[in-house]
Every structure is written in structure tokens, then in C-alpha cells.
């Protein structure tokens, strides 16, 4: 949770269902390489994002041991670290209307991409975490983690994102 400057803790905006409908739209179905991934937000908090993808044939890096393709697994967690972003934003500009606030994300893009693969991705869907460690007024830095059903950590990335 933010600190205030006497380290009282400030709640956390809670989004409108409006603009949770519309960074949605944008991430599952207007960014079609993430509907081609097959990725699904699950949560979508100022300080945390969510998502999920299932396994699919199509994702598949290894045929010999049906692992997926780490290209799968760098993708995800930009588009993570992405979507944190957009939320931070989201909750840094909630006296803008919910349509206005979407529309900030069109300067969005990955700056840079650190992504360490710990163990091989083999499980029947992934969950997909990032937070925002620190949005400036020019550029975003995120943490991000991919994680098997089982709770096991794959896959954790840093990335920077210019946001203006």
C-alpha cells in the first residue's frame, strides 16, 4: 500500500467496472497477440495484475516433453509487466473519466526486458503476476512472475516501459 509521508497507509483505488471492461478489451482482444497467446486477466488491481494462460498444442517449445516455448513465457511477462503499467496509470489519473484514462496508453511501449527461465514450463495452465515498482512521469519500472497450476515459479522478468 502507498505510504503518505507520516507512513499512514492510503487505500488503493478500486476501479470502475468501466474502465476494467475497457483494459480488458484492450489486452485480450485488441493486442491479438495476446488473444493468440491465449492470455486472461484474472485481476486487475492498482498495484497488482493477474492473468492466466492455458496450454494449448500450439504453445508447445519441446514436442518431446511438451514444454512451452519460452518465446510464450517472454511475451507473457512483457505483456504482464505491460498491463501493470496500464493499471498504475489508471489509478494515478482517477478524477479522469474511465474512457479518458484508457486513452493514455497509446505512448506505452517496452524499453527493456530481463527474463530468467528457473525451471522448464510444463503444467496444463500458468499464472502470470506483475507489479509496478516505480512509475515515473516518463518511464515505468515493473517485476513480473510466471508460475505453473501447481504454485510452482517458472519464470520471473524485470522490465522498464516508456509511458509518455
Known amino acids: 500500500m502507498p505510504k503518505t509521508s507520516k507512513s499512514t497507509p492510503v487505500p488503493l483505488p478500486e476501479f470502475e467496472a468501466e474502465f476494467i471492461a475497457g483494459l480488458t478489451e484492450i489486452f485480450e482482444e485488441k493486442i491479438v497477440f495476446n488473444k493468440l497467446l491465449g492470455l486472461r486477466i484474472t485481476s486487475l488491481k492498482a498495484d497488482r495484475v493477474t492473468a492466466r494462460i492455458d496450454m494449448r498444442p500450439e504453445l508447445v517449445g519441446h ?22 503499467v496500464m493499471a498504475a496509470i489508471g489509478a494515478r489519473h482517477m ?16 524499453i527493456d ?7 522448464p514450463g510444463i503444467s496444463e495452465h500458468f499464472e502470470l503476476r506483475a507489479e509496478v515498482l516505480r512509475l515515473g512521469s516518463r518511464v515505468a519500472s515493473t517485476r513480473m512472475e510466471f508460475f505453473g497450476a501447481d504454485g510452482t515459479l517458472f519464470s520471473t522478468a524485470a522490465a522498464a516501459y516508456i509511458v509518455s
Do not use: C, W
Open 63 to 84: 514436442y518431446a516433453y511438451n514444454r512451452l516455448h519460452g518465446g510464450v513465457i517472454s511475451a507473457g511477462l512483457d505483456a504482464m509487466g505491460g498491463l501493470a
Open 95 to 110: 478524477d479522469e473519466a474511465p474512457l479518458q484514462r484508457l486513452h493514455r496508453f497509446t505512448k506505452l511501449g517496452t
Open 113 to 119: 526486458l530481463r527474463v530468467d527461465y528457473l525451471r
